[in-house]
């Protein structure tokens, strides 16, 4: 077996709506694709720039607040410039738990 390429990943959301406006307005990627799947989840695909992967997002309606053990989704994006976006992330409210670990 040769695994050749990561597709996507996927993340459980309580808010399908709020999640796809942070992606898209704040982090500037694409939704390519949503869907209802045939268990009634609510699916949203989502385009990462200069990327093959992709990032599924996936509400099971009606769950209520998702809890994740705090470490466990990790999501890394490469950035033009660290300080910049910090301080766009800063300027749109957002708030920033940990991190930055790379300059």
Known sequence: MKITKLLHTRMRVSDLDE???FYTAVLGLDVIERK????GSQLAFLKVPN?????EL???PPSGPVKVQEDLVH???QVESMD????SLNAMGVMITDGPTQT
């Open 19 to 21: 999640t796809i406006q």
């Open 36 to 39: 209802t799947s045939p268990r």
């Open 51 to 55: 990327s093959d992967e992709l990032i």
């Open 58 to 60: 996936t509400s099971f």
């Open 75 to 77: 999501l890394a994006f």
């Open 84 to 87: 910049d976006t910090i301080a």
